[in-house]
């Protein structure tokens, strides 16, 4: 089993950046992938980027060039450096790891709001 902790957002001007962080419970080295979602009001849950244990990145079209993905082995981390913010951005942010079995890991989510 994994425990999954976001950390990080809050509230942003437009342009302005924020690094979301996610813990797991145990380390992450064999992980197949892990991932950032969002989700926000009345749309349906997307991808916005996610990371393989082989360090293939997969970025959603609508975030590239602005968000970047990344991990930390040894502080089984991983994160989601976010800049130039819009208001479009704004969603609960979730963190996701999937398991070589399938087994898929969700975290409580972490809000960022994009407004002046």
């Known amino acids: 089993q994994v425990q999954l902790v976001e950390s990080g957002g809050g509230l942003v001007q437009p342009g302005g950046s924020l690094r979301l962080s996610c813990a797991a419970s145990?380390?992450?080295?064999?992980?197949?992938?892990m991932g950032w979602y969002r989700q926000a009001p009345g749309k349906q849950r997307e991808l916005v980027a996610a990371?393989?244990?082989?360090?293939?990145?997969n970025v959603a079209d609508s975030v590239k060039g602005r968000f970047t993905i990344s991990r930390d082995n040894a502080k089984n981390t991983v994160y989601l450096q976010m800049n130039s913010l819009k208001s479009e951005d704004t969603a609960v942010y979730y963190c996701?790891?999937?398991?070589?079995?399938?087994?898929?890991?969700w975290g409580q989510g972490t809000q960022v709001t994009v407004s002046s």
């Open positions: 996701n790891a999937h398991l070589v079995d399938g087994t898929v890991y």
């Open positions: 990371l393989t244990s082989g360090s293939r990145t």
């Open positions: 145990r380390s992450i080295f064999s992980i197949y992938a």
